[in-house]
């Protein structure tokens, strides 16, 4: 792996085989595995599918100092999967974890059977006074970043839990996490994805809005695109119903 003297932790479903394909989970900038609760409590028990949802380095559980770009974090992924055998892989990405499954996608075409990214871009853009509120008052920052990350009409019980997410961060985590975002330009690269692709935006997400979708859908070969009203960045959490129906629905049809 990447990084071998640290320990990385990820869930696992109940029922895996090497018979199956892989349903692997890449949570997004400063966040954890935890972003895929929802998600992970419906497949658990999956027959079809394995499940793994892992929390990246630096990053809830997994010790480490977190990587620097979207590419140390593809390589740390690259190695995941080579320490688990895993060889038969249905990426999950949401945000800069939607980054990473991109470029692991063209890296390593031979192991991904298909693709689901969720609220994310093949730019990942960070305003500037994001980077320089992260670096100079974390915490201010962590009292801000909920009513953007999350549609108004979203639980507050969310954006509490998201706010102390982010508190339980190294600050230095979520700073080179979102340089790693502003820096990364894969606009070019993305039209050679040729395995079966979702995309899901929601309608109300500021950071990464319904036009990087519909990018990703215009460039790659016969996507899927849905977009899932009254959410925000968080779609999977915000609106779990709707998510899962989509998900589920693509699933089914690979």
Not at 103 to 118: C, F, K, R
Not at 143 to 168: T, V
Not at 220 to 226: D, E, G, L, P, V
């Amino acid at each position: 792996m990447l990084i071998p003297d640290n320990k990385i932790r990820y869930l696992e479903g109940n029922n895996f085989s090497y018979d199956h394909p892989t349903i692997l989970m890449i949570h997004g900038a400063g966040q954890t595995g935890k972003t895929w609760d929802n998600q992970f409590e419906i497949l658990r028990n999956e027959s079809k599918f394995n499940i793994i949802s892992v929390d990246l380095p630096g990053h809830g559980s997994s010790t480490g100092p977190g990587c620097s770009s979207i590419n140390e974090y593809k390589n740390f992924i690259k190695g995941f999967c080579e320490e688990l055998d895993l060889t038969n892989l249905i990426l999950v990405g949401h945000s800069m974890g939607g980054g990473i499954a991109q470029v692991y996608t063209i890296d390593s075409p031979q192991t991904v059977n298909s693709l689901i990214l969720v609220a994310t871009g093949s730019r990942l853009r960070v305003a500037k006074e994001t980077l320089d509120l992260v670096k100079t008052d974390y915490d201010r920052f962590c009292e801000i970043a909920p009513s953007r990350a999350f549609a108004s009409s979203s639980p507050d019980e969310l954006k509490e839990e998201f706010r102390n997410g982010l508190l339980s961060t190294a600050p230095e985590v979520v700073y080179q996490d979102f340089v790693a975002c502003d820096e990364f330009d894969f606009t070019n690269g993305v039209q050679d994805i040729r395995v079966p692709t979702l995309i899901v935006s929601g309608d109300q997400d500021i950071l990464t809005p319904v036009k990087y979708g519909e990018c990703l859908h215009e460039r790659i070969k016969n996507s899927r695109f849905h977009v899932i009203r009254g959410a925000g960045h968080f779609i999977m959490k915000e609106k779990p119903r709707e998510f899962n129906e989509v998900l589920l629905n693509f699933l089914e049809s690979l």
